[in-house]
């Protein structure tokens, strides 16, 4: 025992086991070796770039055990600290590491404050050490993450927050992207989704190196990498490849056991593949304080900037999105972007695009009447193949759908002329725009475009620039009953109790007939009225009760039945999915292009090809255990060239029953009477 007692200065695990067993019997061990340890660090600071092996071990040492003896070790962390931020570029790259693992440690421990070790740890992202880099980004994230789980700790968040506005500032490229980084990845991971970190993000926007400027655009298109392993509520429903395996591991071993987990790992692929949607999120643009300012300074900067095309794609999307949801003015936006829509102009489905989601309601109509009349020459002409007429007409239906008084109507006459174009992707565009100003505007169709009138177009109100159509009722309600429906089933009614009669309940059972309970009204209640008695109707119930959330799924089904039955016809009440229209436009609208089906040998056999992914190959089920044992005498017949079975073919042709060769003898002669 004395022997291995007198070997522990030189082994410093066995001495950490020890002492986290049992500190206060190894405190003078410890103090041996934190003296050592403050001896050989005013050795090394005469010359920080040198590597200290032995250095390193003693500071990962008393990180481990530090929490054992707080009251030696409490200049410890400040040492680090001062050393990391005196001498962060000239130590060794292994020295340095060392260092911020012993910090990281003494964090984990709560022997050091947060805002002051973070501070450190964004002033180290500008050294040129990626590990480093990567290692104090996790660290940071994974740290952020703990503190705020149960309850958010705001004077931090403000603390670290302010913080890195002014590292978003920084002069180096590298510390500022990281700490950008830092707060995009926090707020998808809806750690830090305040306001107040969009804002801080939103300054990123306006840096003077591209990639900040970039990442900080991306992440107001909601395309930032997000982690999507981080959050559990990520995690799909239904079993896991993991969970496959396992199952099929416990049983017993055979090819057929083999072949169903393989299956079913594919059809697990098949079904991820198929339920994957793109992450995005744009609860960022509702965030911002000023988004009048934020807008008008991007189209300030993107005038002015000398960035490639993509960077400047960026800006041209933001600024619409921006303009588009928070339905702003910027009346130069749409002149600099008119310049772009021409057919061989790149990512130009993404300029339309952009054009369709900076237009709105409020914007005047001479300004956006410029571009419907330039993507209309561009784009909708004899000149252009389908695809590019196609596109064209989807873009000016997007515009129209937002801004429908900015098209004129002998535009919108001379466009939906193309429906009878014997191209398929121009006539479902032209038949769409039709669609559209039938439902919105069908004055301004042809009367042979305007359709049989429905219920809504006989309600539908016109409006001018600037007017807003105010109901105090909601159109729909009239289908509703006066009195709202009793559940008599349930046995709480408005907090009260409902008691049934003794006598009633005598223990037996109850008929109910079938016919009872599925009985459903297929009449509508609103048929018999006229357009007044309606009216006084939807501003009676809307004005005295409540409507539930079944009640406003009636309203919606009662209101796409008005845009789809005609008018004076008696109807049955149809129940329909009202298309709603979100507040960005997506971009298979404007590419959604019907093309034919191509007929040459390559696309068809690229088709077939793709098809047989995924597929279990036809044959044999059941594999050889040894590729490379013999084959079977019927294998080889089948691999033996034509020359070397001829006469044993001709053997058996003249071994066929006498039914075979009348039947052959037959085919013949009525073969040779036709050549006659």
Same mark, same amino acid.
């Given at each position: 025992?004395?022997?291995?007692?007198?070997?522990?200065?030189?082994?410093?695990?066995?001495?950490?086991?020890?002492?986290?067993?049992?500190?206060?019997?190894?405190?003078?061990?410890?103090?041996?070796?934190?003296?050592?340890?403050?001896?050989?660090?005013?050795?090394?600071?005469?010359?920080?770039?040198?590597?200290?092996?032995?250095?390193?071990?003693?500071?990962?040492?008393?990180?481990?055990?530090?929490?054992?003896?707080?009251?030696?070790?409490?200049?410890?962390?400040?040492?680090?600290?001062?050393?990391?931020?005196?001498?962060?570029?000239?130590?060794?790259?292994?020295?340095?590491?060392?260092?911020?693992?012993?910090?990281?440690?003494?964090?984990?421990?709560?022997?050091?404050?947060?805002?002051?070790?973070?501070?450190?740890?964004?002033?180290?992202?500008?050294?040129?050490?990626?590990?480093?880099?990567?290692?104090?980004?996790?660290?940071?994230?994974?740290?952020?993450?703990?503190?705020?789980?149960?309850?958010?700790?705001?004077?931090?968040?403000?603390?670290?927050?302010?913080?890195?506005?002014?590292?978003?500032?920084?002069?180096?490229?590298?510390?500022?992207?990281?700490?950008?980084?830092?707060?995009?990845?926090?707020?998808?991971?809806?750690?830090?989704?305040?306001?107040?970190?969009? &804002?801080?993000? %939103? /300054?990123?926007?306006?840096? !003077?190196?591209? @990639?900040? =400027?970039? *990442?900080?655009? +991306?992440?107001?298109?909601?395309?930032?990498?997000?982690?999507?392993?981080?959050?559990?509520?990520?995690?799909?429903?239904?079993?896991?490849?993991?969970?496959?395996?396992?199952?099929?591991?416990? &049983?017993?071993? %055979? /090819?057929?056991?083999?072949? !169903?987990?393989? @299956?079913? =790992?594919? *059809?697990?692929? +098949?079904?991820?593949?198929?339920?994957?949607?793109?992450?995005?999120?744009?609860?960022?643009?509702?965030?911002?304080?000023?988004?009048?300012?934020?807008?008008?300074?991007?189209?300030?900067?993107?005038?002015?900037?000398?960035?490639?095309?993509?960077?400047?794609?960026?800006?041209?999307?933001?600024?619409?999105?921006?303009?588009?949801?928070?339905?702003?003015?910027?009346?130069?936006?749409?002149?600099?972007?008119?310049?772009?829509?021409?057919?061989?102009?790149?990512?130009?489905?993404?300029?339309?695009?952009?054009?369709?989601?900076?237009?709105?309601?409020?914007?005047?109509?001479?300004?956006?009447?410029?571009?419907?009349?330039?993507?209309?020459?561009?784009?909708?002409?004899?000149?252009?193949?389908?695809?590019?007429?196609?596109?064209?007409?989807?873009?000016?239906?997007?515009?129209?759908?937002?801004?429908?008084?900015?098209?004129?109507?002998?535009?919108?006459?001379?466009?939906?002329?193309?429906?009878?174009?014997?191209?398929?992707?121009?006539?479902?565009?032209?038949?769409?725009?039709?669609?559209?100003?039938?439902?919105?505007?069908?004055?301004?169709?042809?009367?042979?475009?305007?359709?049989?009138?429905?219920?809504?177009?006989?309600?539908?109100?016109?409006?001018?620039?600037?007017?807003?159509?105010?109901?105090?009722?909601?159109?729909?309600?009239?289908?509703?009953?006066?009195?709202?429906?009793?559940?008599?089933?349930?046995?709480?009614?408005?907090?009260?109790?409902?008691?049934?009669?003794?006598?009633?309940?005598?223990?037996?059972?109850?008929?109910?007939?079938?016919?009872?309970?599925?009985?459903?009204?297929?009449?509508?209640?609103?048929?018999?009225?006229?357009?007044?008695?309606?009216?006084?109707?939807?501003?009676?119930?809307?004005?005295?009760?409540?409507?539930?959330?079944?009640?406003?799924?009636?309203?919606?089904?009662?209101?796409?039945?008005?845009?789809?039955?005609?008018?004076?016809?008696?109807?049955?009440?149809?129940?329909?999915?009202?298309?709603?229209?979100?507040?960005?436009?997506?971009?298979?609208?404007?590419?959604?292009?019907?093309?034919?089906?191509?007929?040459?040998?390559?696309?068809?056999?690229?088709?077939?090809?793709?098809?047989?992914?995924?597929?279990?190959?036809?044959?044999?089920?059941?594999?050889?255990?040894?590729?490379?044992?013999?084959?079977?005498?019927?294998?080889?017949?089948?691999?033996?060239?034509?020359?070397?079975?001829?006469?044993?073919?001709?053997?058996?042709?003249?071994?066929?029953?006498?039914?075979?060769?009348?039947?052959?003898?037959?085919?013949?002669?009525?073969?040779?009477?036709?050549?006659?």
């Amino acid at each position: 025992a004395m022997g291995r007692t007198n070997q522990l200065p030189d082994n410093l695990p066995q001495l950490q086991n020890l002492i986290k067993r049992d500190p206060e019997s190894y405190r003078a061990e410890f103090e041996q070796q934190y003296r050592r340890y403050e001896s050989n660090l005013q050795v090394f600071l005469l010359q920080p770039s040198e590597d200290a092996k032995s250095l390193s071990e003693l500071t990962m040492f008393i990180g481990q055990v530090a929490n054992c003896y707080p009251d030696l070790v409490g200049e410890f962390p400040e040492q680090l600290c001062e050393i990391l931020k005196r001498h962060a570029s000239a130590l060794n790259p292994e020295i340095r590491m060392m260092f911020c693992r012993a910090l990281m440690l003494l964090r984990n421990k709560n022997l050091i404050s947060p805002s002051s070790l973070f501070e450190l740890f964004f002033q180290l992202f500008r050294c040129p050490d990626k590990l480093l880099r990567k290692t104090l980004y996790n660290f940071i994230i994974q740290d952020i993450k703990n503190l705020n789980t149960g309850h958010k700790d705001n004077k931090l968040n403000r603390t670290l927050q302010n913080f890195m506005y002014t590292m978003l500032s920084d002069s180096n490229e590298m510390a500022a992207k990281m700490s950008l980084t830092v707060m995009a990845d926090l707020y998808h991971r809806k750690v830090w989704n305040d306001a107040k970190t969009v &804002n801080v993000i %939103s /300054t990123a926007c306006f840096s !003077k190196f591209t @990639k900040v =400027l970039s *990442a900080s655009l +991306r992440f107001f298109l909601g395309q930032d990498k997000q982690d999507s392993a981080s959050d559990g509520d990520s995690e799909e429903e239904g079993p896991s490849a993991r969970d496959i395996i396992m199952r099929f591991a416990t &049983n017993k071993k %055979s /090819t057929r056991a083999k072949a !169903k987990r393989d @299956k079913a =790992l594919k *059809a697990l692929n +098949r079904h991820k593949r198929k339920s994957k949607k793109q992450n995005t999120d744009f609860s960022a643009i509702h965030l911002l304080h000023d988004p009048q300012g934020f807008s008008e300074r991007l189209f300030k900067q993107l005038q002015k900037c000398n960035e490639s095309f993509e960077v400047r794609l960026l800006y041209i999307i933001v600024i619409s999105r921006v303009v588009g949801i928070h339905q702003l003015f910027l009346f130069n936006f749409y002149p600099f972007v008119q310049r772009f829509l021409q057919p061989h102009q790149r990512d130009v489905t993404k300029i339309l695009l952009s054009v369709a989601q900076a237009s709105h309601e409020l914007v005047p109509p001479e300004i956006i009447r410029p571009i419907i009349m330039t993507i209309a020459n561009n784009f909708v002409s004899e000149r252009n193949s389908g695809e590019v007429m196609g596109v064209g007409l989807n873009a000016v239906r997007e515009i129209c759908s937002r801004c429908p008084l900015a098209m004129t109507e002998d535009l919108l006459r001379d466009l939906t002329q193309y429906k009878t174009r014997h191209d398929k992707s121009v006539t479902t565009a032209a038949r769409s725009l039709i669609q559209l100003y039938r439902r919105i505007n069908p004055a301004m169709l042809l009367r042979k475009d305007r359709g049989k009138p429905t219920e809504a177009s006989t309600e539908l109100q016109t409006s001018e620039y600037g007017q807003l159509v105010v109901r105090d009722y909601i159109p729909g309600t009239e289908a509703l009953p006066e009195v709202p429906e009793i559940d008599e089933s349930d046995p709480v009614q408005d907090g009260w109790e409902i008691c049934s009669n003794a006598s009633d309940n005598d223990g037996s059972w109850i008929d109910v007939s079938s016919d009872e309970e599925s009985k459903v009204p297929t009449e509508d209640p609103t048929e018999q009225m006229d357009p007044e008695t309606k009216v006084q109707k939807a501003q009676a119930i809307s004005q005295m009760r409540i409507i539930t959330q079944e009640e406003f799924q009636k309203v919606k089904a009662q209101q796409a039945a008005k845009e789809v039955l005609p008018a004076a016809r008696k109807r049955k009440v149809v129940t329909l999915n009202e298309q709603q229209s979100g507040e960005l436009v997506a971009l298979n609208d404007i590419e959604l292009v019907h093309k034919r089906r191509p007929h040459d040998r390559e696309s068809r056999m690229a088709l077939v090809l793709a098809g047989r992914e995924d597929r279990e190959k036809f044959g044999r089920k059941k594999a050889k255990m040894d590729p490379f044992a013999s084959t079977t005498n019927k294998e080889k017949l089948k691999k033996k060239p034509f020359m070397m079975v001829r006469e044993k073919m001709k053997k058996k042709k003249s071994g066929r029953s006498f039914r075979d060769k009348q039947l052959a003898l037959r085919a013949s002669l009525l073969k040779r009477a036709k050549h006659y």
